[in-house]
């Protein structure tokens, strides 16, 4: 009989479903920026339904400082908050939530030049 030993350190070990996942979005307050739905708001941008692997990416970069625009560096303090289980369960959660009301949404119209019609 041959034993098989399973080395799990390796593999990414998830502790967090989505239902936790979803949690920890409200928790730290993304809808408020992102939308209920992680739909996107404003300049902040649409999460809900990317690829995980990008979003994955993403998170990962921001926890290292990394950003592609001026409006990405508040986004950095959020990503260092999470630990590795969370990062990967956020992923997961922004890539297949759905928006599950069906209400019409507010798209302003957006000038870069102006100061955003306020």
């Known amino acids: 009989m ?3 030993l399973l080395i799990l350190s390796s593999l990414p070990f998830v502790l967090y479903s989505s239902t936790d ?8 307050a993304c809808n408020s920026c ?9 300049t902040a941008p649409r999460l809900q339904g990317q690829k995980e692997a990008v979003l994955l990416k993403r998170l990962k970069d921001l926890q290292q400082g990394k950003t592609r625009t001026a409006f990405g560096s508040v986004m ?3 990503a260092k908050a999470l630990d590795a289980n969370q990062t990967i369960a956020m992923a997961k959660y922004l890539a297949t939530v ?11 119209e957006y000038d870069p030049s102006g100061d955003g019609g306020s």
């Open 76 to 78: 950095i303090s959020f």
């Open 21 to 28: 996942a979803e949690s920890l979005y409200l928790k730290n």
């Open 2 to 4: 041959i034993k098989k």
């Open 98 to 108: 759905k928006t599950t009301v069906n209400e019409e949404r507010y798209e302003p």
């Open 34 to 42: 992102h939308g209920m739905y992680a739909e996107g708001m404003g």
